[in-house]
Every structure is written in C-alpha cells, then in structure tokens.
C-alpha cells in the first residue's frame, strides 16, 4: 500500500431540525394552543485515533464527510430525532489544522484519543417556547442551527522513539532490517526509501523477562538544502520531529562522495537539522559509522572516532552485512533511551499544576461581534449574531420581528447605523444576508 502521511478532507456537521410551528387542534380543544416539539441537534464530527491505521490513504480517495442532521420536531411536543455523530478513524501522529486559517485544532498521538472537529447545529425551538400571556398562540418557530463546515488539513508525524538519519544510501534501510522485522526496499543507490519504514527492535531476552524495546523509524534520506525543501526535504524533516534519539549513519565508504570527508557529511546533515528547527537539532544522537565490512571504512574509522571523541559525540562502528557492532548499537541505543525517558518522567513530575503559571485564555464573549465594510455591504461576525439569524425564518413575521429586537438590544444595529449602513445596502451574517430596511 502507498504510504500517504498528508491529507485535505472537508467535513460538516450535521443541521439542528427545526421547531414545529404546529397548534393543537382537537375536537373537544378548539383553543389547544402551541404544541410544536423542538429539533433534533445535528451530529458532530470527530477524529480518533486507530492503531491500526498508520497512512492517510483512506482520506486520498475520499475527501467529503457529513454527518447526519437532525429531524424536525413535531406536534406534541415531540423532539425531533437527534443526528448520528461521524467518527473519522486517523493513524496516531496527526496534526490537525484548519485549512483556511492554518490554526493547529489538534495533536493526535495517543491510542483512542478523539477530537471534536465539527460541532452539530441546535435543534430550533418550537413554538411553545415563543407563546406569553398576550401572544398565546404564536406560529414563530426556530429554523435549525447550521453544522460547522470547513476544510482539514491532516499531516502523519511518525512516532518512533528512534529515527534514523543520514546521507541517501547510508544504509539506513539495511540497519533497520537486521535489527528489526521490518522488510523495507533496499537497493545499492540513493533514496531507495522514498516512504518511511518502522520497526521495533528488542534488547535482552524475553523469555527471562529482561526485554526492552523501542520502535525505530528508517526515514527518507537527506540531502543538503532540505530545510528549504530540497529533494525529499521536508517529508524527511517532519517525520523526524517526534523521535526521541537520533542514530545518525555516516557512510563510512561513500565511493560515491570522495570529495566529502566522513565527518563533513556529518556536519552537513546538523546544519540542515539546525536549520528546520533548533528543537530538532537539539535532540540527542548517536553516530553509527558504517559499512565496516569494506575496507574503505577499516581505513577512516580511527580518524573519524578520534573526532568524536574531541567532540564529545558517542560513535560506534557497524557493519549490518556481517553484525559487526550490532549488539554494541542496541545496547547503547537502548541505554540512551531509557536515560531520556527517566528525564522525561522527572520533568513531568516537577512540572507545576496546569494553571499555576503561563498565560491565562480568555476566550472571547459569545455576545462579541464586528461589523465592517464589504463589497456589495455590510458584514457581521460573532457566534451568537451569526446564530441568531440563521435560526431565524425570515418568512414568519413574528420571528423577524424578535430577530430586530434581539439585535437592537444587543447593540448590532447601533454599530451598523456607525458604521453607514443605508436602506437598501445588503447585510451579511455568515451565510445568510438580509437587506437593511425591509428586514429591520
């Protein structure tokens, strides 16, 4: 199967039901009155995470998504049926962004975690909620709020405690199938991995008890100018961000690269690390000089662990042809991991009450909202305006007659009489428009 780690998918939630404007009319009840039933809510939209799942393909061949809206109310007093919540299954690793906006509405990375995307519309009222002691039969009835709708933009981050970096034809693909059960391409010449490969490697005996494991992602590799997305660039990049310890390969022959000395390759691919981000940068590593079994890196091993070592950088030499250092590598590797996630769990443990500190959210007053100047007239933002009006029917005289008070006791048509509105200029509240004089 392709490996798909982006996706844009559009989604909406399904429309409240409306009211019911029904009056009870019986034979021995001539007066009955209002007896209308409120919608149903619309069902929602989620996104949860599969262990199962570990591509975005489902989302490459279908883009739209709806849940169901709910049923309208009836005579009475009956509530319309609710709507049927969507859930849409996602790999752990997505980032969930609004596509208009670009803002970040999740970071899916634990099994099960489920996120709400689209919220379904209010159910309208109906019209036994409008009767009062002098409109005792009223016909208004709420229209059912909208679904949110709008565009995701979906993006896999791998999660591995391990991620193999280094030069195309590193032999990163050759490590991870030694060390690992993974079977991924491998091929004598550059970006034989253009897809990222995982696989679990385990230290110790399981039988004894004394096991550990860690799962290591084989990522495409790198070349110089992959910050600015040069080559595989970023695709590589991205997928990197969530590991915890870096195993950077360093070819130790690179017939391919004579001019470039070991060492230099390995600089090269910290400053492209650097470069897409410090945080990245600043992840631990472990060099693996590889490809022993040639003669080549015989030769310019010496030379390049006398570096490490100057540089305070730990560096073992490997060759997955014939095992040489393999034991040595996962030993370390796993070491190392055990020691981050020890730091890991102590941080978190000092870590203050969520709350205590940092900047305190205030989110904006529902009764918030702007007007401004568009073309062709005015427009009118703010949650609760936008939902007044769409839940409004503008063909029932009573209804629109309490949409104007409503507004004007909430101060729109002030702000709209500031800002120039004139009779006949159109106003827009989310989808819906009115025209200034006919409908104020």
């Given at each position: 199967?392709q490996f798909?780690?982006r ?5 909406q ?9 029904h009056m009870r009319h019986?034979?021995?009840a001539p ?8 919608g149903?809510?619309?069902?929602s939209?989620?996104?949860e995470?599969d ?6 393909v489902d989302?490459h ?7 169901t809206s709910?049923?309208?109310?009836g005579k009475?007093r009956?509530h319309?049926a609710?709507?049927d919540?969507?859930?849409l299954k ?9 596509t208009?906006t670009d803002e970040?509405?999740a970071d899916?990375t ?5 996120v709400l995307?689209?919220?379904g519309?209010r159910g309208g009222l109906g ?6 002691a ?5 016909r208004?009835?709420?229209?059912g709020e909208?679904?949110?709708?709008l ?8 999660i591995?405690d391990?991620?193999?970096i ?6 990163k693909?050759?490590l991870?199938s030694v060390?690992?059960?993974a079977r991924p391409k491998?091929?004598a010449?550059p970006f034989t991995t253009l897809?990222?490969n995982?696989?679990v490697?385990?230290v110790g005996?399981?039988?004894?008890g004394?096991?550990?494991?860690f ?8 070349i ?6 040069v ?10 961000e969530?590991t915890r310890?870096?195993?950077?390969l ?7 690269r ?9 600089e090269?691919i910290n ?7 410090p945080a990245l940068a600043?992840l631990?590593?472990i060099?693996?000089f590889t490809k022993m079994?040639?003669?080549e890196a015989r030769d310019r091993w010496?030379?390049f ?7 305070g950088v730990p560096?073992?030499a490997i060759s997955?042809a014939?095992?040489?250092g393999?034991?040595d ?10 020691e ?6 102590e ?5 203050p ?9 205030r989110?904006?007053p ?8 568009v073309?062709?007239g ?6 609760r305006?936008?939902r007044?009006v ?7 005289t009573?209804?629109m ?7 004007r006791r ?8 500031a ?6 200029d ?9 025209l200034w004089g006919e409908a104020f």
């Amino acid at each position: 199967m392709q490996f798909f780690d982006r996706a844009k998918i559009f989604v909406q939630a399904g429309n409240g039901g409306n009211g019911s404007p029904h009056m009870r009319h019986e034979k021995f009840a001539p007066f009955g009155g209002p007896d209308g039933g409120d919608g149903g809510r619309g069902g929602s939209v989620y996104l949860e995470t599969d262990p199962s799942m570990n591509t975005l393909v489902d989302y490459h061949y279908r883009t739209h998504y709806k849940a169901t809206s709910g049923q309208p109310g009836g005579k009475q007093r009956m509530h319309g049926a609710t709507g049927d919540d969507l859930i849409l299954k996602v790999p752990a690793g997505t980032v969930v962004r609004n596509t208009e906006t670009d803002e970040l509405i999740a970071d899916l990375t634990e099994p099960g975690q489920r996120v709400l995307v689209a919220r379904g519309g209010r159910g309208g009222l109906g019209n036994t909620h409008f009767a009062t002691a002098t409109n005792q039969a009223p016909r208004e009835a709420q229209r059912g709020e909208p679904g949110v709708e709008l565009w995701l933009t979906l993006e896999l981050k791998l999660i591995a405690d391990v991620g193999l970096i280094g030069y195309p034809n590193a032999g990163k693909s050759t490590l991870l199938s030694v060390v690992t059960q993974a079977r991924p391409k491998i091929g004598a010449y550059p970006f034989t991995t253009l897809t990222p490969n995982l696989g679990v490697a385990v230290v110790g005996d399981p039988s004894r008890g004394d096991d550990y494991s860690f799962v290591i992602a084989d990522i495409p590799g790198l070349i110089e100018g992959a910050a600015q997305g040069v080559g595989l660039g970023h695709e590589f990049l991205r997928h990197v961000e969530r590991t915890r310890l870096l195993l950077h390969l360093v070819d130790g022959a690179s017939l391919d690269r004579p001019e470039q000395d070991s060492w230099e390759e390995y600089e090269a691919i910290n400053r492209e690390l650097a470069e897409y981000s410090p945080a990245l940068a600043s992840l631990p590593q472990i060099i693996v000089f590889t490809k022993m079994d040639l003669a080549e890196a015989r030769d310019r091993w010496p030379a390049f662990q006398a570096r490490a070592e100057a540089e305070g950088v730990p560096a073992v030499a490997i060759s997955s042809a014939t095992h040489e250092g393999l034991s040595d590598l996962l030993n370390m590797t796993a070491q190392r991991l055990i020691e981050i996630r020890s730091d890991e769990a102590e941080r978190q443990r000092q870590q203050p009450t969520i709350g205590a500190t940092g900047p305190v959210l205030r989110p904006e007053p529902e009764d918030a909202f702007t007007v401004e100047k568009v073309e062709g007239g005015y427009r009118v933002r703010g949650a609760r305006i936008e939902r007044l009006v769409a839940m409004t029917d503008p063909d029932n005289t009573e209804g629109m007659e309490r949409l104007e008070n409503q507004l004007r006791r909430l101060g729109v048509l002030a702000e709209l009489e500031a800002a120039g509105v004139q009779p006949g200029d159109m106003v827009y509240f989310g989808k819906f428009e009115l025209l200034w004089g006919e409908a104020f």
